[in-house]
């Protein structure tokens, strides 16, 4: 027994908010400033049935058994998996970069076997390892570090590469087969009607209130619960008192347009051309026959709402600063908590294996 609060009704929220239901006895309200429920995950229909991702394309993927039943019990699935074409020189090519990335953009003939010895005769060998440039360029060689990887990596950061810190990009995958999935988890798919759908089954339990609409701003004096669970940044929860934590943001441009398909993935990168990154083609999901089609074209951008950490030193020290503040009546959780990129599985998880 106990009563709790839960800030946010993302996916972090509504897990947790489940888990204190269910295990604790608990009553939950759930304060949620934004008019529905869902968070990042938040979809809905377009007027012609196609479900549509407000917040951007989520694809769910994990290798964890215990999400995917935790979850399974709240949806069905939608088998699905992912693609992505980049576009360079006006060809789509695979990414992740595989054996037909490579032979599509050099006009060559590599196989399986030889294709590593083009990428470690081109991989370039800086002393220091000082900037995204030298870690992708490292990798991959010059040419497809410039085609590929260096003006869509500006438009996502909104600096140049050579300027950008290493810490930001990670491993790039080679495969030297044909493998063009974008993931390759045990487990990958859509939940059969929605993220909203599901995140509102998880939250479907008479001890969970939720209350939309609502900043927790304007109720934290007005409450008293046993325990917090917050899932907004954390560094507005302490009102910024060391510094604002930064983030990138990204904004949608969605068309409806009436044709029946718009691009041959779900996924189309833009890296060298116009300003936006990427055009997802929400159609391709779940393959809905219908007529019409909608598009979104995503712009990356500073100043609104935080959709990436930008996990520089100083910012992952700037967190820890705010992490370290003593504080037995509130846990931060999900993403904006943890000022850390994960992905709904890494959320889920997170949280399941959370002692509540
Ligand atoms: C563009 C993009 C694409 C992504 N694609 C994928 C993908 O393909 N696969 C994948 O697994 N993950 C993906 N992710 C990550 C995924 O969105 C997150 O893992 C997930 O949404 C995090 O859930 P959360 O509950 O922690 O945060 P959120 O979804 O952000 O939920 C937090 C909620 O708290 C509310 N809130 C914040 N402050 C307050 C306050 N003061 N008062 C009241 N409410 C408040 C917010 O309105 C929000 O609803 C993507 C993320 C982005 C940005």
Known sequence: MGNYVV????????????????????????????????????????EDGILIHRYGPHIFRTDSAKVWSFLSCFTQWHDYQHKVLTNVNGMNLPMPINLDTVNGYLGSHYTSENVMEYFERRR??????????????????????????????????????DALPPEIVARIPIRTNRDDRYFTHRYQALPKDGYTRMIANILSHPDIHVLLNTDYEAVRRAVSPDHTYYSGPIDEYYDYRYGKLPYRSVSFQFETLPINRYQPAAVVNYPNNYDYTRITEFKHFYGRMVSGTVIAKEFSHAGGDPAYPIPTKENLALYEKYAAIPNSSVTFIGRLGAYSYYSMDQIVEKILDMEI
């Open 7 to 46: 800030v946010g009704a993302g996916i972090a929220g509504a897990v947790i908010a489940r888990r204190l239901a269910e295990e604790k006895n608990g009553r939950v309200w759930i304060v949620e400033k934004r008019s529905h429920i869902g968070g990042y995950c938040y979809d809905e229909r377009s």
């Open 124 to 161: 370039t060998h800086p002393e220091q390892i000082r900037s995204v440039k030298d870690v992708v360029e490292s990798q991959i060689g010059p040419e497809f570090y410039h085609a590929f990887f260096e003006k869509y990596t500006e438009k996502q950061w909104g600096m140049p590469c």
